[in-house]
Nanobody, 118 residues
C-alpha cells in the first residue's frame, strides 16, 4: 500500500510559478516510479510528467515540456513538480500517482487545485 498527499497548489497569475509536492508513505518510495496528472473541468485526466524510481529518467507531455520539471527526493519520500511560465490552460486539479504495478499507476493522491489567472 502507498499513501500519497499532494500540496502546493493555489492561485497564480499567468507567467508565474508554483511547486507541487507529493509526500508518499507505505511501500519503499525508491522502489517505484511516480507521475503527475491533471484534470481540468469537463476534460479527461491527462498525463503531465513521470520520473523513474531512481530519478534518472523523466518524461513530459508536450504541452508542459520546457516549462515543468519533475524531480524526486528519495530520502524525503517526496516527488515535486516545478511549474514555470504558467498559462491559464494549466488550470486543473493536479494528482500525483505511484506506479507500483509494472503496467499502471495504481495509487493516487487526492489532488491539489492549481488556478492560473490571465
Amino acid at each position: 500500500q502507498v499513501h500519497l498527499v499532494e500540496s502546493g497548489g493555489g492561485l497564480v497569475q499567468a507567467g508565474g510559478s508554483l511547486r507541487l509536492s507529493c509526500a508518499a508513505s507505505g511501500r519503499t518510495f525508491s522502489s517505484y516510479a511516480m507521475g503527475w496528472f491533471r484534470q481540468a473541468p469537463g476534460k479527461e485526466r491527462e498525463f503531465v510528467a513521470a520520473i523513474s524510481w531512481s530519478g534518472g529518467s523523466t518524461f513530459y507531455a508536450d504541452p508542459v515540456k520546457g516549462r515543468f520539471t519533475i524531480s524526486r527526493d528519495n530520502a524525503k519520500n517526496t516527488v515535486y513538480l516545478q511549474m514555470n511560465s504558467l498559462k491559464p490552460e494549466d488550470t486543473a486539479v493536479y494528482y500525483c500517482a505511484a506506479r507500483v504495478a509494472v503496467d499502471k499507476y495504481d495509487y493516487w493522491g487526492q489532488g491539489t487545485q492549481v488556478t492560473v489567472s490571465s
